[in-house]
Antibody, heavy 122, light 109 residues
Framework: EVQLVESGGGLVQPGGSLRLSCAAS????????MSWVRQAPGKGLEWVAN????????YYVDSVKGRFTISRDNAKNSLYLQMNSLRAEDTAVYYC???????????????WGQGTLVTVSS | SYVLTQPPSVSVAPGKTARITCGGN??????VHWYQQKPGQAPVLVIY???DRPSGIPERFSGSNSGNTATLTISRVEAGDEADYYC????????????FGTGTKVTVL
């Protein structure tokens, strides 16, 4: 069974840091682009970042550029999101998702993890 | 940046057909994907590449995309279809990014 399990969320003060992890199983992790997508409380979905199979390419939404870093460890089948200089507006459930990529370019997200809640508040 | 607009809500009686639109400039030239999200759960892909269904998704779910509007159609609606639905595209313009629609709450009457 393909599975993604996030961890590392919690309460952090503005300006603080947090590292999220995502453990993948049931598929060849090193063969896929991977992404982080977030959802603020009561709001819609927002893509945050994605990373190529070998980590050589990374893309970010403008609002997190320079503050967040996506990375992966294919030997451990794990995806990470280092979040620095956190702001109240970063409060959200963060989902790890497998991203499709083909001749059409970037595509869809499937599957998704259950999510981990990050709360930025003093 | 590219914007996808969905109606905030759609109400439908059991057994009837629900149509959820996703509007975007020349969206017909892009590949559109749809997700279902039930309360407290992660999103689930229900349609990809405009009209393809992942394994395990009922045939009642279908999609189309043309011009400035993509549509997710749910036939013979069931109580279990009540959820939020989001469309999504990849925008390869000057600042490439994934774009999600604003989301539509489907209520089964």
């Amino acid at each position: 069974e393909v599975q993604l399990v996030e961890s590392g969320g919690g309460l952090v003060q503005p300006g603080g840091s947090l590292r999220l992890s995502c453990a993948a199983s049931g598929f060849t992790f090193s063969s896929y682009w991977m992404s982080w997508v977030r959802q603020a409380p009561g709001k819609g979905l927002e893509w945050v970042a994605n990373i190529k199979q070998d980590g050589s390419e990374k893309y970010y939404v403008d609002s997190v550029k320079g503050r967040f870093t996506i990375s992966r460890d294919n030997a451990k089948n794990s995806l990470y999101l280092q979040m620095n200089s956190l702001r109240a507006e970063d409060t959200a459930v963060y989902y790890c998702a497998r991203a499709s990529y083909g001749d059409y370019g970037f595509g869809w997200f499937d599957p998704w993890g259950q999510g981990t809640l990050v709360t930025v508040s003093s | 940046s590219y914007v996808l607009t969905q109606p905030p809500s759609v109400s439908v009686a059991p057994g009837k057909t629900a149509r959820i639109t996703c509007g975007g400039n020349n969206i017909g030239s892009k590949s559109v994907h749809w997700y279902q999200q039930k309360p407290g759960q992660a999103p689930v892909l229900v349609i990809y590449y405009d009209s393809d269904r992942p394994s395990g998704i009922p045939e009642r779910f279908s999609g189309s995309n043309s011009g400035n509007t993509a549509t997710l159609t749910i036939s013979r609606v069931e109580a279990g279809d009540e959820a939020d639905y989001y469309c999504q595209v990849w925008d390869s313009s000057s600042d490439p990014s994934y774009v999600f629609g604003t989301g539509t709450k489907v209520t089964v009457l």
